[in-house]
């Protein structure tokens, strides 16, 4: 279905693009030779040519921009290319073939400038271009949703260390105890005394005797 839509919109676009051409050089090119004649300009009667160049512009930009079927610029640079190469073969009769004297919204339609100044080939093979994009040719993949992995990350214990929510347990902590609360007493094995801050295992224990005393 895309490649048709693209033939269509190829087959729309090309007469429309030769149309606009046709009404902004002409337009564009006796508003400029005018003033070069009189040495005197008015920029606003510019403007009628420059938007009928820029409707030529986007609809050329759409056609070969868009990611659609190559098919549709492929058929609308053909058919821009088509007159100008017939005038390798028969040009009087090509040029012939194309109307002169047509007007439209009450200015003169010249239709033969584009062809005679070579705008129509040109911009055909740019269009052409397109069906040389071997990935235009292939149909645009559609984005897969990602796959949801079966850890929940909304439960709060997931990056919370799984913490008890208890109001009753107090965290962990890696703070010092409060200077009031004493520490606490290790008991030392075999009768040893117990020296502040040091270790139980720092002296050998007493000798051991059969009556249970230590020496």
Do not use: C
Not at 43 to 71: D, K, N
Request: hydrophobic residues 45%.
């Amino acid at each position: 279905m895309r490649h048709l839509w693209s033939l269509l919109a190829g087959i729309v676009a090309a007469p429309l693009v030769w149309i606009l051409l046709a009404l902004g050089q002409d337009g564009s090119t006796s508003t400029i030779t005018t003033w070069a004649d009189t040495s005197a300009f008015n920029t606003a009667r510019l403007i009628e040519p420059a938007v009928y160049l820029a409707a030529a512009g986007i609809a050329l930009g759409l056609l070969a921009t868009l990611r659609w079927s190559p098919l549709g610029p492929l058929l609308a640079g053909l058919l821009l290319m088509a007159p100008y190469v017939g005038m390798f073969i028969a040009p009087l009769r090509v040029r012939s073939a194309v109307p002169g004297g047509w007007r439209l919204f009450g200015d003169p339609l010249p239709l033969r400038l584009p062809l005679d100044n070579g705008t129509l080939f040109f911009l055909g093979l740019l269009l052409a271009m397109a069906a040389f994009s071997l990935q235009r040719w292939r149909r645009w993949p559609v984005a897969a949703a990602p796959a949801r992995s079966g850890v929940d990350d909304t439960d709060p214990d997931l990056f919370g260390g799984g913490l008890s929510t208890d109001p009753d347990t107090r965290p962990p902590t890696l703070a010092y105890p409060p200077a009031g609360v004493p520490a606490p007493r290790s008991e030392q094995p075999f009768g040893g005394t117990p020296t502040a801050g040091g270790s139980p295992w720092s002296s050998p224990p007493a000798p051991y005797r059969p009556d249970g005393k230590a020496e």
